[in-house]
């Protein structure tokens, strides 16, 4: 199916595509999906003038998370001669929910993008009490977690329980992602195997998932600074990770102690990073004693570095072992803007997210 060729077949094979990716088994079936990626880019002048929403929007949705160029102004021709969209589009629901996706993979900038994104949204939020249920859960699902922002193996089951009337390939699949599921589970014993294993999804991967664990000491050691430990014994702890002493931990509290030479155990080559992550835990920890808050320049700076971000990615960068350089090594070392830009982004979500938490608890008391 995925080398036939012709119109429907064409179309097919993007649904196709699409069903992969969000059942979490494109690693499968990668070659394939290059290889019909690339048809549809070749193809893209030739569809100009297609009138199928649904069709359009998939295929440029697939192109660009794939990293192809294609222009937004694609989207122009669904659009009237006074630059709204076409009336005609109001009721395809699979095309405005193909819309809306696409739409999350617009660039600043992109106006146009922009306004499909807040038209298909409307839209399909206005129809969600007329539709009948699976298709009302359907759309709620997309607009709550576009695959843009989202990821495959939490919601496999949500797609898989959304479709209607699927077809032989698409049961095929499903069993394929059931069994495939199955294997890349077996290694999550406890909740903390959860995150390494949304960031190393490939089943090909299990040993570095299995090292990449370790740096849940993070949770550890957060909660050591945020609800346990003195400011007299954080400040002692800080100064033992920063000159990685074994011998100076007997000055530490046997909780301390412990949790220091686990660490130490399975992140001696690293030791740098966590010294740096628990500096900036401690200067929190000072921060919240002292009661002298500091500006958001600050807290940002010093957040960016305490969310941990840094400490992940250096992990995760030799534990893959691909592109090891000295010049790669001071390259993250100087913690450039693709990981300060992460962590800024987190850093900013997990604040949120805790205010929201904490205005609740208030609320409730």
Known sequence: MLKKQGKDAEFQGLAMVDAIQRLGVEHLFQAEIDAILQRQYMMVP???????????????????????????????????????????????????MGLYEASQLSIEGEVILDEAGDYSYQLL??????????????????????????????????????????????????????????????????????WSMTVLTDPSLPEQRIDLVTISFVYMIDDIFDAYGTLDDLTLFTQVVDRWDIAATEQLPDYMGICFNALNNVTNEISFKWASLGNTFLIEAKWFASGDLPNSEEYLKNGNLSLGVNAVLVHLFFLLGQGITKENVELIDANPGIINSTARILRLWDDLGIAKARNIQVQTC
């Not at 009337?165 to 195997?193: H, V």
């Open 125 to 194: 939020h206005s129809y969600m009490t007329s539709l009948d249920y699976p298709e009302a859960r359907a759309v709620e699902h997309t607009l709550k977690h576009p695959h843009h922002k989202s990821h495959p193996k939490f919601l496999a089951k949500d797609f898989v329980t959304n479709l209607q009337g699927a077809n032989g390939w698409m049961n095929e699949l499903q069993e394929l992602a059931k069994f495939d599921f199955t294997m890349f589970a077996r290694d999550e014993p406890l909740k903390w195997w959860i």
């Open 46 to 96: 030739k569809t100009h003038n297609d009138t199928d929403l649904h069709e359009a929007a998939l295929r440029f949705r697939l192109l660009r998370q794939e990293g192809y160029y294609v222009p937004a102004e694609r989207t122009n021709r669904f659009k009237a001669e006074d630059g709204k969209f076409k009336k005609e589009l109001t009721h395809e629901i699979k095309g405005l």
